[in-house]
């Protein structure tokens, strides 16, 4: 069994994505352990709830310093002993012990085809205003590991969407989250649930059970 903690910031679809797949059996042999937030507003927090996942606000402005913050999300994340985290939309810089501690074992969605529109300052609807603004055709939603560097980590898997002629950045970003992100997530936490994704030369190699 693949115990997950899931962390959030804001609406929390992906992690809906997640709780609808395992209710209906598109990941199985997996476990939400716990919800964490850095915001006490995320609505995210209201659906681990309805779902009965334990959910969890961790609030840096609840601590004096960084440091303190960053100990307390990893405290929460080892005392459930979980065996992969899940960033889903979470809008806090990782903390470097916890990359440390888990490496290989964090995987964050981010709403481009990495190497486009990613690193530092691409987030949010800024990503969908730059590709927009490039002109992109195509554009999609990436699940990768997370190392120390900003969406620098090992690609697990990625889905293309069509951008078009009359997007806002408002209408590819749902467009993006409906075709890709609320399924490439799930997809991978079952390949990961079933042993599936390693990595290899700090690239991942889908294989066999
Ligand atoms: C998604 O677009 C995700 O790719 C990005 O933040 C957004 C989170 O949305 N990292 P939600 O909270 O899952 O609805």
Redesign the pocket.
Same mark, same amino acid.
């Given at each position: 069994m693949l115990k997950i903690a899931v962390l959030?910031? =804001? =609406? $929390?679809? &992906?992690?809906q994505a997640i709780i609808d797949s395992i209710a209906d059996g598109r990941i199985t042999d997996t476990k939400i352990e716990a919800v964490i937030s850095n915001n006490p507003k995320a609505y *995210?927090l209201e659906r681990a709830k309805k779902a009965g996942i334990e959910a969890l606000c961790i609030s840096p402005k609840s601590f004096e310093s960084r440091a303190d913050f960053n100990a307390a999300l990893l405290d929460a994340v080892n005392e459930r002993q979980v065996d992969l985290i899940v960033l889903? =939309?979470f809008m806090v810089v990782v903390p470097e012990a916890m990359i440390r501690a888990y490496r290989n074992r964090i995987i &964050?969605?981010?709403?481009s085809l990495i190497p486009s529109f990613c690193g530092t300052g691409y987030? $949010?609807l800024h990503v969908h205003e730059a590709a927009l603004k490039r002109g992109v055709k195509i554009s999609g *939603?990436t699940v990768h590991f997370v190392d120390e560097g900003t969406d620098t980590g090992p690609i697990i898997m990625q889905k293309a969407v069509e951008v078009h002629s009359d997007d806002t950045p408002e209408v590819l970003?749902r467009r993006?989250?409906e075709q890709a992100?609320w399924q490439i997530m799930p997809q991978v936490i079952n390949l990961i649930a079933h042993d599936r994704v390693h990595v290899v030369d700090g690239k991942v190699m889908i294989g066999e059970k």
């Open positions: 959030v910031s =804001g =609406g $929390g679809t &992906n992690l *995210a889903a =939309g &964050n969605i981010h709403p987030y $949010g *939603a970003q993006i989250m992100e």
